[in-house]
């Protein structure tokens, strides 16, 4: 079956950095485009970043574009996530996501998250 493994999570302080990882197996992992979400304390969750199938286009929420930056890794099924200058408001379990559409059909997965904490 597909799993999505996410890790590289942890407690970082303000202004420090972590890369997060997602292994995928199951799945064509070129087939699919991969998206990171993010949930914080009591707020919805929200897409942090997504990349391309093949890694030619991304794109990012403003509130982290300049600091995170996506990217993937076809030959290891793996989408990675560097997280750069981070803030307390970065605080947040960090989830995978994959996406895959073809005419009318979607394939859809979610990784089980890994926390990130951003404190002094």
């Known amino acids: 079956q597909v799993q999505l493994v996410e890790?590289?999570?942890g407690l970082v302080q303000p202004g420090g950095s972590l890369r997060l990882s997602c292994a995928a197996s199951g799945l064509t992992f070129s087939r699919y485009t991969m998206s990171w979400y993010r949930q914080g304390p009591g707020k919805?969750?929200?897409?942090?970043?997504g990349i391309s199938s093949f890694g030619g286009n991304t794109n990012y929420a403003d509130s982290v574009n300049g600091r995170f930056t996506i990217s993937r890794d076809n030959?290891?099924?793996t989408v990675y996530l560097q997280m750069n200058s981070l803030k307390p408001e970065d605080t947040a379990v960090y989830y995978c996501y994959a996406k895959r559409t073809q005419q009318s059909r979607?394939?859809?997965y979610w990784g089980q998250g890994t926390q990130v904490t951003v404190s002094s």
């Not at 919805?44 to 970043?49: D, K, L």
């Open 7 to 9: 890790s590289g999570g």
């Open 44 to 49: 919805e969750r929200e897409m942090v970043a």
């Open 75 to 77: 030959a290891k099924n």
């Open 106 to 108: 979607k394939w859809d």
